[in-house]
């Protein structure tokens, strides 16, 4: 077992004479480390935070009787109001955990989990039906489901049970729309909302005539579908807003809506180390607090979208913050590395968060785009032509699947299972030295 320990406990104190138990037992075996002791045993770990604000998780911490009941009082601490700082410490104390169980399986050998991820698929319900056909796991889903054509209700009920669906930034402007804010109405409708709309009997006819007179008005360089619907908005604000009120009262887009928002989620980490995002803009900041950060952002979204009417400014501050993850900005710290191809930038880039490798959709590339071994672009545009295509990453190495003509998949390897399994052994060690060092910065002994 892990032992994470923290600080000093009060002079005389029960909690002070368990800690120094605790650490006499823990230099009988490794030479101790501050903040964190090697694996002693079976992969878990203890996280004992001083002081007597937060006594109670302290006493509840000592009385753990195994790994199970201990990460339980965390993730219970986790969601309490005990402050940022102690969550983010909870936060990080997880992430070793998953870091180092990570570990004990590559020094036993054993196969890692193989994951199926599905890029943007834009409503194109057959290549998914034949995707899910083709494939036998639970797949990962990174975002942009709908929009831009029509089958998005056969798109919903093939999604509708799965288990790891990503938002895309077409689901996050459908879901703020869904929510009154009118900005994110037009911007959804200038992306291709406007197939879903018409999809669910919603009448778009006023509003595509409308759009029509506004472009003839524009000079060529300015008819861009965004700056036209802006326009549009503008000069007739009832009909814009006459018809986000309808779309906000039809019955299959507010079933659409509950179910993003209830199901749907920013990131996804799985149990090799690896980040599913739906675009690769995740950070101005690159450090293991990142997910800490991630899950505040996930929990405001999920507030305000349960709440009936929030205000707008609420809605426009939470969509700011998104962007962070969904948009691209001038001071991302990734971007300027990849243009350069600075591969060894890149790779210490994903060590700082504490992670194997990110897999990407968003962007549109011919091939599966690889960087330093880490970074993977894989949407390769096929929900262009209603062709699917797939991404697998695991135990069977790192293969991509094309759908050709025939309606058959073709397999790309790019990275066998022994390759893939020694990589992640040559870096696990080098990963979790960078967490627990973040951590002692972070959070030094006092």
């Known amino acids: 077992m892990a032992i994470l320990i923290e600080g000093k406990a009060p002079p005389g104190s029960k909690w002070r004479r368990a800690v120094d138990a605790l650490r006499k037992a823990a230099r009988k075996l490794k030479p101790y480390v501050p903040l964190l002791l090697a694996p002693l045993g079976p992969v878990g770990m203890v996280y004992l935070v001083p002081g007597p604000a937060v006594k109670e998780l302290d006493v509840k911490l000592l009385r753990a009787s195994s790994t199970r009941e201990i990460i339980e009082v965390l993730r219970a601490y986790k969601k309490c109001e005990g402050g940022e700082a102690l969550k983010s410490r909870i936060h990080l104390a997880l992430h070793l955990r998953k870091l180092y169980r990570l570990r004990e399986k590559l020094i036993r050998g054993e196969k890692l989990p193989t994951h199926t991820v599905i890029p943007d698929l834009h409503a194109q319900a057959g290549a998914l039906a034949r995707i899910l056909g083709a494939i036998s796991d639970e797949p990962i889903l990174e975002g942009d489901y709908f929009d831009r054509r029509y089958g ?93 009120l309808d779309a906000m009262d039809n019955s299959k887009l507010r079933k659409i809506f509950r179910w993003l928002a209830k199901a749907g989620r920013l990131y996804h980490l799985d149990e090799n180390g690896i980040l599913y995002l739906h675009s690769l803009v995740p950070l101005t900041e690159a450090d293991p607090e990142v997910f800490a950060r991630m899950d505040k952002l996930q929990a405001d979204v999920r507030r305000v979208l349960k709440t009936e009417r929030p205000s707008m400014e609420e809605l426009v501050e939470i969509q700011n913050r998104l ?124």
């Open 152 to 244: 998005n209700l056969k798109v919903f009920n093939l999604l509708r049970k799965k288990k790891i669906i990503l938002w895309g930034n077409h689901e996050t402007k459908f879901m703020f729309a869904m929510r009154g804010d009118v900005y994110a109405f037009i911007s959804w409708m200038a992306n291709g909302g406007a197939y879903f709309l018409r999809e669910c009997g919603i009448n778009i006819d006023p509003i595509i005539k409308k759009y029509t007179e506004v472009m003839a008005k524009m000079p060529e360089k300015d008819q861009t579908i965004d700056k036209i619907f802006k326009q549009v908005l503008e000069e007739d604000p009832p009909l814009v807003k006459g018809l986000l």
């Open 323 to 446: 962007s962070l993850y969904q948009d691209a900005r001038d001071d991302d710290l990734l971007f300027p590395l990849l243009i350069k191809g600075e591969e060894a930038e890149i790779k210490r880039y994903v060590r700082n968060l504490g992670i194997m490798g990110i897999v990407y959709a968003h962007t549109v590339q011919p091939e599966v785009r690889v960087h330093a071994k880490c970074l993977f672009g894989i949407d390769l545009g096929m929900s262009t032509e209603d062709r699917g295509s797939y991404f697998v990453i695991g135990r069977e190495g790192i293969k991509s699947y094309r759908e050709a003509a025939d309606g058959k998949f073709a397999e790309r390897q790019i990275m066998t299972g022994a390759d893939f399994q020694k990589l992640q052994s040559e870096e696990i060690d080098l990963i979790i030295e960078g967490v627990k060092n973040y951590f002692a910065r972070k959070f030094p002994i006092t």
